[in-house]
C-alpha cells in the first residue's frame, strides 16, 4: 500500500547523487505515494520540475528560500512566476522567514510577501519556512491569507491553533522523534490530525532510528508511528489522514 504523501522533500540535494534515480523508483513502486520537492532557488525549482516530470508520484513546489535571497531575488520573481505555471507545479516554496541566519531582514520579508502575492494570484498554495521568525511570519500570514503548510513547524501550541484558524496545515517531521521533542509533541496532540500533513526535508532531520543518517520518504513510517502513539490511535489511520489531507492542500490525487 502506498500511504505515504511526502510533503517537503530536496532530493535535489547532492546527498543524492549518487542513487536518486534508484531510491526515488523503489521508494515510489513500496509505499511512498507523492513527493512534492521543494525548490530554494531558480536552479532547484527547475530541478524540481524535471524530477515531476521524470516520476508520476513526484511533484514540485517553486520558490525562493529566505536564506537565499538577497537583492537580486526580486528580479527572479517573475522567472518563478513562470516556473509556477508548470502543470506540476503544486505549490509556491520553500519561501519564508529565517533569522537563524544574517540575511537581511528587509529583503527576506520582501521576497516572502511577494511570493505569497503570486500564489494567490495563481490560487496555489505556499510551503513556508519560518525559523525564530514567528511574530513576523505569523504577522504576514494574516496579511496575506495564503492557503498552505508550515513546514516542519517549531512554534508554540498556541501559534499551531492560530495558523490552524488561518485554514492551514502544519507539517511535522522527524523532529517528532526526537528526545527534545516535547514542544512538537505539545503541537501535535493540540491541533486536529486533519491539520496535520507529515514530511521529511530529506536529506536532513531523519526520524530515530535513523537520526543523523540520511532521510528519505519511505522514513515517515516512523514519524506516523510517533504520532499514532501521542494520539493515541493508530500508524495507518495517522498515514491515511495525513495523506488525504496533504491531497486536499496541494490538490495531488
Ligand atoms: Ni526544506
Redesign the pocket.
Known sequence: MKEIFDT?A?YDDSAFDEDRDVLLGRILSENVFAVVN?GTDLKSSKFSLELAEKYDGVYAAVGLHPELVNENSVSELEEIKKLASHPKAVAIG?IGLDYYYDTPKDIQKQVFSAQMEIANELSKPVNI?DREAHGDTLELLKKYRPKGIL??FSGSAEMAKEVVKLGMYIGIGGVITFKNARKTVEVVSSIPLERIVLET?CPYLAPVPFRGKRNNSSYIEYTAEKIAEIRSISKEEVLRITKENACKVYNVY
Do not use: S
Open positions: 517537503h530536496h521543494q520553500e519556512h513546514h516542519c526535508d
